[in-house]
């Protein structure tokens, strides 16, 4: 299904993806969900996106999520967490502002363990007159266990000039003087990291709806202390 | 600003002069047109190279034809015909003075502000080579290099004077077979400059590259060395220059560099190929290759580059850290305008423990420009308590321009740390307005802005390059509000 499209260094005008969830103008969405499977949303004008995709070990494998904001004053806020302990790990996410005026804001966290390789692919596309447009992308990688690998690939396609984006990402380690801080007060090593790597997730765990919030929380701390 | 004046800023600004787009007339002698192994062995000949050196261009030339061109860039690039092009010009040498400049090459290089001869104003401060085309016409300060131990020269020269080094180093950082164009310039290569600064020396001078394309339907493929031995030291800057011209000429260069145990080497670049036209006629096809290796501990290679000529630019200037606790930094300022297409950025490979990289991108796109950022970060698993931050800022100037970044980040190490971060936005109406408000006029108020936004990565240009940078800036930009 996936069309070669080939890049010559200029912008790429492609379809909205068939089936995509199409969210009508001025109404809002909100989903909180597993992540496997592909998955496309699109946004009229005025419509809000509120994504939130959790994968824990086990039930990860490759996703790859389309969100095309259609009309003006459209917002998408995507977040996900992930925690690998195995296996490989991916997870695409592709943002076409196609007008201008729209917000789009991504945060996704992943601790990657054990022998678990990940591997984000964000990507921002801005067409040409999508003025106003504001769009920020974060993703955060915790790299735990010698044999565990990360990649991270935020990309950035601008063509309109009078926007706001930014992107950031990094991969790293849990912070030693943090831990020091937390053992020299009497807390355990083992706890103070499993502390250390909730408090990394948590960011995310706020875009869950406050129904779910406790079963994500339990379900997340469940899985840091297996690590 | 009503809509009227920015027009005519933006056409004064369009038709300004690349004022170093003239041609010079100089009898010329040239191998015919095309690609082929006679072809190679004609210009081996003419260098008068070991039958070793002419080996290594026909493997690589066999390496070659079995490659594509890379298509991945965000870069539209036209079609080249590798038949159409002259791979060997030469100014012929007066038989009487053999030893002597031609006199309007002096003037040519005097035109540019390269100064071939030792003068006072300069003296002590820069050592220059000067490649013309496909030869290497003066090396300065060789006397006062020599007495210290260093070796700088042409590449053709090094190879006749100092084959045992060039040997040991060539395609030692970039193989012959790395890439596409680097497999082209290995078969093909001209000149360009040699460096060798012996073990605990410390160069006593700025060493120059200066390289001009001159003669029509030819391409340049330099070749430039450097080797910093134990404990030593260099600052290494490159400038170059093309004349105006309706058609692409090609300019496929290779830059290799070893930075062994301890040594310090800082290299800048002023890229000012003739960009083309505001229609985006002609202009150099910049397709470069330069890497370095840091191969022994505590080593150090720091890149600097701005980058404004040019009709596109493919150029990766990448770090292998190799040697435990050896550190590299690239700070690089990209402008592009009217129809500029540049993909451009650096490869920091982490391998050995503690070692550390800094990036600082910025770039800078008008017109109908594209300018994007294309790096990479890896950390082997080896790289215990590996460090690398990454900023890659793109400001836009007018609707019709693109700024994109394209970073990739890989660690297999979880003791390593990774910081990658990127903005794009345009320059700001309240910082413009302050300006204006204060009687600085919208022209300079860019000037000024952009200077600021650039200036991380211009101050750390070594002084004779600073102030031209600078200006390259200033002139690049003026005009072009959006």
């Known amino acids: ?227 | 600003m009503d809509a009227n004046e920015e027009k005519d800023l933006l056409r004064n600004f369009t038709q300004q002069e690349y004022k170093e787009g003239f041609v010079t007339e100089v009898e010329q002698e040239y191998v015919p047109k095309g690609l082929n192994e006679d072809i190679i062995r004609t210009i081996s000949a003419r260098k008068g190279e070991p039958e070793w050196l002419l080996a290594f261009r026909l493997d690589a030339f066999r390496k070659w034809q079995a490659m594509e061109q890379p298509r991945w860039g965000h870069l539209d690039l036209p079609e080249i015909d590798y038949q159409d092009i002259i791979y060997y010009a030469a100014p012929k040498k007066d038989k009487d003075r053999p030893k002597e400049i031609d006199p309007a090459l002096a003037e040519t290089f005097e035109k540019l502000g390269i100064p071939l001869k030792e003068r006072e104003a300069l003296a002590g401060v820069v050592a220059v080579d000067a490649v013309f085309d496909s030869v290497s016409v003066a090396t300065t300060f060789r006397q006062a290099l020599s007495e210290k131990g260093i070796i700088f020269c042409s590449f053709s020269e090094a190879v006749r004077e100092h084959p045992e080094l060039v040997r040991k180093y060539l395609a030692s950082v970039v193989p012959s077979g790395d890439n596409y164009f680097a497999a082209l310039n290995s078969a093909v290569f001209s000149d360009g400059s040699f460096c060798y600064v012996p073990k605990g020396v410390k160069c006593p001078m700025e060493l120059s590259s200066y390289f001009r394309i001159n003669a029509a339907g030819t391409g340049q493929f330099e070749r430039t060395l450097i080797v910093a031995d134990e404990g030593s030291q260099l600052s290494y800057m490159e400038g170059c220059t093309a004349p105006m011209r309706d058609e692409n000429q090609l300019h496929a260069a290779v830059v290799e560099i070893v930075v062994e145990k301890d040594a310090d080497v800082k290299y800048s670049t002023v890229q000012n190929w003739y960009p083309g036209d505001a229609q985006g006629r002609g202009g150099i096809l910049n397709l470069v290759t330069k890497r370095g290796v840091c191969r022994g501990s505590g080593s150090h290679l720091s890149w600097t580059q701005v980058e404004t000529g040019s009709a596109i630019t493919w150029k990766y200037p990448s770090t292998i850290l190799q040697g435990d606790y050896s550190s590299s930094e690239f700070y690089s300022v990209a402008v592009t305008n009217n129809r500029q297409q540049a993909d451009t950025g650096t490869k920091m490979i982490h391998i050995g423990r503690g070692t550390r990289s800094r990036i600082v991108s910025k770039g800078i796109s008008a017109g109908r420009s594209q300018n994007s950022y294309r790096g990479m970060v890896r950390f082997n698993p080896g790289a215990v308590g590996a460090r690398n931050y990454s900023q890659c800022d793109s400001l836009l100037i007018g609707s019709e321009c693109g700024a994109h970044t394209f970073p990739l980040i890989q660690s297999r190490c979880p003791s390593a740390v990774v910081e990658h971060e990127a903005t794009t936005s345009k320059i700001s109406e309240d910082q413009l307005f302050y300006c204006n408000q204060r009687g600085i006029p919208p022209e300079d108020a860019v000037g000024l802005i952009v200077g600021g936004y650039a200036r991380e990565v211009l101050s750390r240009l070594p002084m004779e390059f600073a102030t031209e940078a600078r200006k390259l800036l200033q002139v690049s930009l003026e005009g072009s509000i959006g």
Request: aromatic residues 6%; contains cysteine.
């Open chain 1, 1 to 227: 299904m996936k069309e070669k499209i080939i890049d010559r260094g200029h912008y790429v005008e492609v379809p909205v993806p068939a089936g995509a969830v199409v969210v009508p103008a001025g109404r809002s969405l909100a989903v909180c969900d597993a992540l496997p499977g592909p998955r496309a949303y699109a946004l009229e004008a005025g419509a809000s996106l509120d994504l939130c995709l959790l994968a824990f070990p086990g039930e990860s494998a490759g996703t790859e999520l389309t969100v095309d904001l259609l009309g003006e004053g459209a917002s998408a806020s995507l977040s996900g967490l992930y925690v690998c302990s195995e296996g490989e790990f991916s997870l695409k996410v592709t943002v076409r502002h196609r007008v201008g005026g729209c917000t789009s804001n991504q945060l996704f966290n992943g601790i990657v363990a054990g022998s678990a390789r990940s591997a984000f692919d964000g990507r921002i596309i801005v067409a040409p007159d999508a003025q106003k447009t504001k769009a920020y992308q974060t993703n955060h990688n915790l790299l735990l266990g010698v044999e565990a690998r990360a990649e991270t690939r935020p990309q950035l396609e601008i063509y309109a000039d009078d926007v706001e984006c930014s992107h950031g990402a990094t991969v790293g380690r849990l912070d030693e003087a943090g831990q020091f801080y937390m053992q020299s007060r009497g807390i355990p090593e083992r706890e103070a990291r499993v502390l250390q790597m909730i408090s990394f997730l948590s960011p995310v765990l706020e875009h869950v709806p406050e129904g779910r919030r406790e079963e994500v929380a339990a379900r997340i701390e469940q899985t840091v202390r297996s690590l």
